[in-house]
C-alpha cells in the first residue's frame, strides 16, 4: 500500500476538477455525482477501503436506478477511489438523497458525495436542510475540531477504520454463516453418495430424507452466523473462553435442529465441526483479509478445540463407563470421532479430502463430482464413527476398502460405480456419516474461498 503525500492529493483533486469539467461539457443538462472517500493519514487505498467505495458506489447506484445515467467513470488510484455519474435529474432532490446516505449509514460519515448541478456549482448541504456533518471522533457538529487540529491523525485513522470495521463485521458473520449453511446443503444434494441421503433416496437411513437435511440446514443457518460473530468478538481472546461459548451455541443448535426434524438427528456432528469453523474464521477475521488461508482455518481449528477435546477424553478415561455410543467406541477402540479430527485441525481433510477435492476441479470435475471423488477419500482414509457404530470394526474395513478400490489408479470413479457402491452400503445398513460432514466442510472451505 503506497503512501500519499500532499502533492499527490493536490494533482489528484486537481485531476478530479478535470474530469468533472470534461464530463460536464459532454454532458451539459446533465447533473454529476462525484463520489469519493473521507480516509484520514497517507494511506487511501486498501482492499478495505476498496470494498468501503464499492459498498458506497453500489448505495449511490441504488438512489440513480430511478434516473437517466448517461455517463459513468470509476477510477482505482492510491490517491483514493474517485466515481463520476452524469444524471438527467433535479440536482436538489438529489442532493438530499444522497446526504441521507452519508448521514443514516454509519459507514456514510466516510462518503463524500458531491453534486454539481449543470452550470457547475455545488450543491451544498444547506440547500436541502442538512446541517454540517460532525467530528468524525468526537461528534461535535461543524468542522471546528478539524480546524482547530483537535484530534491526531492517529485518532482520526482508528474512528475511521472502526467504521469500516463496524460495518463489513456483521455482514461478513452472516456471509460466512450462509456459506456454512450452504455446504450443509452442497453435502446433502450431492449424489450419489454410498448408503447416505442424497437425491436418489434415503440410503441407509430409514428416518430421514432430503427434505429432513433441507430443514435441518436452514435450522441452523442462524447459529452459524452466530459462531462467526462470537469469533469475531473475541479476537485475541483465549481459545478457551471462544470455544465454551460455541459449545453453549452448539447445544441450544441441537434444539433447533430436532424441532426442524421431529427429533431426528441430521447434523449434529456438522454442527459442532462448522460451528467451530465458523467461530474460528470469525476470529482471524479482518476487515483487509476476511477470511484466511485454510491452512490457518484449519490450525485454528485445533488450537480452539484441543484444550477442550483432551479433558473430555480425560474424562471419559476417568469415569471408565460409556454412556454415548460415542465414548463406547473411545474406550473400547481409541475412536476419537470429529472431536478429535477438529483437535488434530482436521488431518482428513488437509491430507485426504482436500487434495482429492482440487485435483476434481482442476481434472474439469463440477463441484458435485469433486466433492463425490473426495468423499471415498474420506471413506478409505477416515475411522469413520457412523461406520463403526453401524458396522463395527468389520463394517467400517469393508467400507475403507470398498472406497479405496474405485480409487485405484487415481481415476475418477464413474457414476454407476458409484451407485453400485451406494447399493452395497445400503445393503449392508452401512452410513459414512462422519465422512459426510467433512465433505460438508470440504464445501464450506470451497465456498469460503470464494465469499469476497
Known sequence: MQEVNLAAMLDAREARVAAQEAMQAAHPDAVLVSFTLNIPGPIKNSPAIRRAFTFGCTAIEAILRDHSVVDHSRKDLFTGCEALWAVKADAL???????????????????????????????????????E????????????????????????????WALIDGHFAPCDAEAIGHAAMSALLDEVETTPKPGLVDRNGSGSHTDMDIDTFRRSAHALESYFIQCAALGMKHRGHAPETLFSLLRAAGLEAEKAMYA???????????????????????????????????????????????????????SIRAKGTAETAGERLYLAHGLTGIRGEAANGLPAVRSHGLPAFCKGLDGGLTAEEAGRYALLHLIAHTDDSTLWHRGGADGAAYARKAAADLLKGGRFPTEEEL?????????????????????????????LEHLF
Open 260 to 314: 426442524a426434524t421431529n427429533g431426528i438427528n441430521t447434523h449434529k456432528g456438522a454442527i459442532y465441526t462448522l460451528g467451530v469453523l465458523c467461530g474460528a474464521v470469525g476470529s482471524l477475521w479482518n476487515v483487509e483479509t476476511p477470511t484466511p488461508s485454510t491452512d490457518a482455518l484449519l490450525d485454528a481449528c485445533a488450537v480452539l478445540t484441543r484444550t477442550s477435546v483432551e479433558a473430555d477424553l480425560a
Open 93 to 131: 432532490p438529489l442532493k438530499d438523497a444522497c446526504t441521507a446516505l452519508e448521514d443514516d449509514l454509519p459507514l456514510g460519515r466516510l462518503f463524500d458525495i458531491d453534486i454539481l448541478a449543470p452550470d457547475g456549482s455545488k450543491i451544498e448541504r444547506r440547500m436541502v436542510g442538512k446541517e
Open 133 to 160: 456533518r460532525g467530528c468524525m471522533v468526537c461528534g461535535t457538529p461543524g468542522r471546528g475540531c478539524a480546524s482547530r487540529r483537535l484530534h491526531t491523525v492517529a485518532e482520526l485513522q482508528k474512528a475511521a
Open 419 to 447: 451407485l453400485t457402491l451406494d447399493h452395497a452400503f445400503t445393503a449392508r445398513r452401512l452410513s459414512p456419516g462422519g465422512s459426510a460432514d467433512l465433505l460438508a466442510v470440504l464445501y464450506f472451505l470451497h465456498r
